[in-house]
Nanobody, 123 residues
Framework: QGQLVESGGGLVQAGGSLRLSCAASGRTFSTYPMGWFRQAPGKEREFVAAITWSGTSTYYADSVKGRFTISRDNAKNTVYLQMNSLKPEDTAVYYC????????????????WGQGTQVTVSS
């Protein structure tokens, strides 16, 4: 079956940093593209970042490019999202996602999801 569990969220001041983790259990996702989405109150879930199974290719939303870094450790079955220079508009619930194909990495209607972790950035 498998499960994705996010952690690392919290409250941080603008300009600060957080590192999110997504740990997979119950099955291995090491051959799956993985990604992060976020959803702010009253808004649709949006793509943040994705990484191929090998880690050789990464993709970012324009709004986070240069500030966020996605990485993975397949030996630990874990994906990370390093978030620097955080802004109040980054406030959202952040979700980890696994896909069976790179074609759906940016699609919010596909994939296997975690339960989310709250990130709040104060001004």
């Amino acid at each position: 079956q498998g499960q994705l569990v996010e952690s690392g969220g919290g409250l941080v001041q603008a300009g600060g940093s957080l590192r999110l983790s997504c740990a997979a259990s119950g099955r291995t996702f090491s051959t799956y593209p993985m990604g992060w989405f976020r959803q702010a109150p009253g808004k649709e879930r949006e793509f943040v970042a994705a990484i191929t199974w090998s880690g050789t290719s990464t993709y970012y939303a324009d709004s986070v490019k240069g500030r966020f870094t996605i990485s993975r450790d397949n030996a630990k079955n874990t994906v990370y999202l390093q978030m620097n220079s955080l802004k109040p508009e980054d406030t959202a619930v952040y979700y980890c996602k696994a896909d069976t194909t790179t074609a759906t990495m940016r699609r919010p209607d596909f994939g296997f999801w975690g339960q989310g972790t709250q990130v709040t950035v104060s001004s």
